[in-house]
Every structure is written in structure tokens, then in C-alpha cells.
């Protein structure tokens, strides 16, 4: 089992849609959770960090499920520039922060 | 302005031929990481390291090479390449504890 997996998509919505995205990690010892965003063959870049309480920026929402090991991203109103990979990111945390795993992205299409 | 810089961002070159990529950050960042980028696996850990002189292994090592003798830079060598090392690499840096990861621009590598 990979240790941190996501539904890869591709998720195809129209434009104003609300879309959602789950991840699952496996190891309970991770600390600290990230969605980063990828537009094509570029660099990723953070989008939000996920926090217990679970946390908004805009129309992005955050939230971390530890009992059950998932983070979830939810989208409202879906822009046309919201198409790009998401990337769920776990790390173990203390002294192990530098340990980041990588889910393999969520393909996410914005369409007219 | 603050960045992660890559070079070269393309190179193709034969099996054997030992290569060097570099990797220099300008926002005095004590972590430095490096990813390689391949479809259906996602975003995997090469190596990491948490500050100067001190470097770990991420999730797929073998055939790589790091050193971190300035913080400044983070090169990653492969001392002999092979075609499974054809990739997308990127580095990234942050400050320390479980913060924002800034990546470069990626280096397309190609092993023939």
C-alpha cells in the first residue's frame, strides 16, 4: 500500500462547480499535511497547509480527519484557472520533518 | 528576488556519462531536498538535507549522490546514469520545521 494515495482523476467539472478531493496517508506517525498545486511540467507550489480544525482560504477548505488518516480539499466555484494537478504532501514531523511523501496528484479540468 | 534555480533545465546525455545537477537557493533556507518526477509514480523523495554537512536519504537513493557544503547549494550527482534515471528533478528549500517547500523550475534529464 502506498503511503500516501489519492484518486488521481481526471476530475472534469464545469466552471462554478464545487469539487472535492480526498487523500489517505498510512503512517499514523505523520505530523504535517500540505496540498500543493502543479500546473503542467511546471513547479509545484503550496496551496494550503491542513490544519486539526481544518482551515478555509477563499474558496479552498482544508481538512484533516486523523482517527480515520485522510485530508480532504474541497473547491467551490471553480475557476478555469483551477485547472492543474493536486498534490497531497504528508510529513512525519519533528525531527523527521524533511521526510515528505508525495501522493501522485489529482488532475483537475475546468471546462467552459 | 527569492528563488530556488536549477541548471541545467535540460539535458540529454548517454548511459555512463557522469552528470551533475545543480541547485542554489538565495533565501539562506537551512532544508534542501531533492525530487524526481515520473508518470503514475508522482513526486518521490531522492535526498534531503536539514542543514550544512548533515544529508539523508529519501525514498529512491540508489544511484544518486548529494553533498551540502555550503547552504546555499545542493547538487545532486549521478555518478553513472541509466535510462531509468530519465526524469523530471526538482530541488526545493525551506526554512526549518514543516513550512512551505519553494521549488525550482525542474531539470529535464534524459539517459540515452
Known amino acids: 500500500r502506498k503511503e500516501v494515495e489519492q484518486d488521481p482523476g481526471p476530475f472534469n467539472v464545469p466552471e462554478g462547480a464545487t469539487v472535492a478531493f480526498n487523500c489517505t496517508y498510512s503512517?499514523?506517525?505523520?505530523?504535517?499535511f500540505f496540498w500543493y498545486r502543479q500546473d503542467c511540467r511546471k513547479e509545484p507550489k503550496l496551496l494550503m497547509s491542513?490544519?486539526?480544525s481544518g482551515n478555509e482560504d477563499g474558496r479552498f477548505t482544508a481538512q484533516l480527519n486523523r482517527a480515520s488518516q485522510y485530508i480532504s480539499l474541497l473547491i467551490r466555484d471553480s475557476k478555469l484557472s483551477d485547472s492543474a494537478t493536486y498534490l497531497c504532501v504528508v510529513s512525519r514531523g519533528g525531527t523527521s520533518y524533511g521526510k515528505l511523501t508525495f501522493g501522485q496528484g489529482t488532475i483537475l479540468t475546468v471546462h467552459p | 528576488e527569492a528563488q530556488v534555480t536549477q541548471n541545467p533545465r535540460y539535458l540529454i546525455t548517454v548511459t555512463g556519462k557522469k552528470l551533475t545537477v545543480t541547485c542554489s537557493q538565495n533565501?539562506?533556507?537551512?532544508?534542501m531536498s531533492w525530487y524526481r518526477q515520473d508518470p503514475g509514480l508522482g513526486l518521490r523523495q531522492i535526498y534531503y538535507?536539514?542543514?550544512?554537512?548533515?544529508?539523508d536519504k529519501g525514498d529512491v537513493p540508489e544511484g544518486y549522490k548529494v553533498s551540502r557544503k555550503e547552504k546555499r547549494n545542493f547538487p545532486l550527482i549521478l555518478e553513472s546514469p541509466s535510462p531509468n534515471q530519465t526524469s523530471l528533478y526538482f530541488c526545493?528549500?525551506?526554512?526549518?520545521?514543516?513550512?512551505?517547500?519553494?521549488f525550482g523550475p525542474g531539470t529535464r534529464l534524459t539517459v540515452t
Open positions: 503512517n499514523s506517525a505523520s505530523q504535517s
Open positions: 526545493a528549500s525551506s526554512p526549518p520545521g514543516p513550512y512551505e517547500q519553494y
Open positions: 538535507s536539514m542543514n550544512v554537512e548533515v544529508t
Open positions: 491542513v490544519y486539526s
Open positions: 533565501m539562506n533556507h537551512e532544508y
